[in-house]
T-cell receptor, first 116, second 112 residues
Framework: EAGVTQFPSHSVIEKGQTVTLRCDPI?????LYWYRRVMGKEIKFLLH????????ESGMPNNRFLAERTGGTYSTLKVQPAELEDSGVYFC??????????????FGNGTRLTVT | AQRVTQPEKLLSVFKGAPVELKCNYS??????LFWYVQYSRQRLQLLLR??SRESIKGFTADLNKGETSFHLKKPFAQEEDSAMYYC??????????????FGQGTILTVHP
């Protein structure tokens, strides 16, 4: 099966600009998660979609971040306007609907965002 | 609040030596613990989870609730084990199974 894919792999933008990250989960996976790792810190949860609905967005840092999942397929994470502290690696992960027991999270390769 | 601590940022061993990557957690409920690994130029992937009680690539990890630890061990390290290792915790049950709390990670280097 095709894995979780993320676009772009690397993005360099200036402070104040807008960036949109995209994640295509594994086909059929209802759960979609966004995580990020900022420099020197641990990987942190941002939010969780079940199909097109936001199940948990407790990890979103502020209202400059907007996540969507149109039709319950791919997801986008928009940062507007970007700030220097938003630099880091943004990971997407997906899993089947009833994620118990034998269904681990499948991670994408991540998008490295650099805000200058 | 749940928290995962990996005290070692870097760990170096020689091939064939035993290796132990430490992980401690704090969580008031009944957690599920995982080890994820990221090899060079590869994506983050699950190595093992405590509920499976299995050995993957020679690695084992035992959940010690008394010491709130989930250390990862391998008796004889191999060069291909060199990678970044993350310990992670999920609150068991409910809809938040995939909401993981990660430790800061340990970079393991196995020298020839």
């Amino acid at each position: 099966e095709a894995g979780v894919t993320q676009f772009p792999s690397h993005s360099v933008i200036e402070k104040g600009q807008t960036v949109t990250l995209r994640c295509d989960p594994i086909s059929g996976h209802d759960n979609l998660y966004w995580y990020r790792r900022v420099m020197g810190k641990e990987i942190k949860f941002l939010l969780h979609f079940v199909k097109e609905s936001k199940q948990d967005e407790s990890g979103m840092p502020n209202n400059r971040f907007l996540a969507e999942r149109t039709g319950g397929t791919y997801s986008t994470l928009k940062v507007q306007p970007a700030e220097l502290e938003d630099s880091g690696v943004y990971f997407c992960a997906s899993s089947p609907r009833r994620n118990r027991g034998n269904s681990p999270l499948h991670f994408g390769n991540g998008t490295r965002l650099t805000v200058t | 609040a749940q928290r995962v601590t990996q005290p070692e940022k870097l760990l170096s061993v020689f091939k064939g030596a035993p290796v132990e990557l430490k992980c401690n957690y704090s969580y008031s409920g009944s957690p599920e613990l995982f080890w994820y690994v990221q090899y060079s130029r590869q994506r983050l992937q699950l190595l093992l989870r405590h509920i499976s009680r299995e050995s993957i690539k020679g690695f084992t990890a035992d959940l010690n609730k008394g010491e709130t630890s989930f250390h990862l061990k391998k008796p004889f390290a191999q060069e291909e084990d060199s990678a970044m290792y993350y310990c992670a915790l999920s609150s068991a049950g409910g809809t938040s199974y995939g909401k993981l709390t990660f430790g800061q990670g340990t970079i393991l280097t196995v020298h020839p």
